[in-house]
């Protein structure tokens, strides 16, 4: 009993982290209706930005957001007005090979300028661990989990209570009515996407507090940010959250017992159950 339930409480906290980064992909995707595939290479190359900062200018991971969340809103309006708007016309399937594409050229270009082998950050200020009784949190991963919360609460405040959110809501639900009410719905996608890549940026630091990169996660991050929104649906912040604590502690139980190479297998299940049984999601919008 108590090695399931310390498996729980770690996948609480990845959860927490995981529904951080699949927040970026639910704003593109529902406002946008666009789907980007190379969502989880974004959080790949934030946490190799956030490497090059702990290195280079030995700025902790955990503080890394405040350089790498400006390069990663700016290079996604770069991505939007430079690839996405122009496809926003076409079939989806070019919109696929455009993100498909993209994704293949950030993993290149990951690989070329870092290399195949794993990168990592020798230390943080927020190492340690704490325990309670017999289970054993590791303090990274607690406040990693924490702040992933706050952020995933001020991005509902900003959906919900300021103009742009409010406009970027409205542009989801309706784009022409949007429109037609003075909302410039292309200035919308751009800050929906800048703002679901930004996004990344955070959560890559917040990955690198505990773990190491390399260039092959991207897809594992992607894989778990499409798998998240399938569960949630679209239009629930809050299903969202449950979704990521489900998918990690799914993740975590089968790391635990059954094989750690499983986990991605358990993932790719849970995708596919919800595709059959649920297609919209458990708390998507009718």
Partial sequence: METIIQ??????LMGCIYALIALGLSLIFGVMNVVNFAHGNFVMLSMYFTFWAGSLYKIDAIFSPIITFP??????????HGLIKQTLQEHYTIQIAVTVGLMTFLGA????VWQARPRALAYSIVQGT???GSYTIALSRLISAIISLIIIMIISYFLAKTWPGMAIRATSDDSNAASLMGINFQRTYALAFALGSGLTAIAGGLLMTFQQVDPTMGL???LLSFCILALAGL???TGLVISGLIVGISESLA???WDPRARTLVIYLIFILVLWFKPRGIFGRK
């Fill in 109 to 112: 270009i990951t690989q070329l």
């Fill in 220 to 222: 594992r991050f992607g």
């Fill in 235 to 237: 239009g629930s912040i």
């Fill in 130 to 132: 704490i325990r309670f």
């Fill in 255 to 257: 790391m635990t017992f």
């Fill in 7 to 12: 498996s729980v409480l770690n996948g609480v």
């Fill in 71 to 80: 390069l990663l809103f700016l290079f996604g309006i770069l991505v939007y």
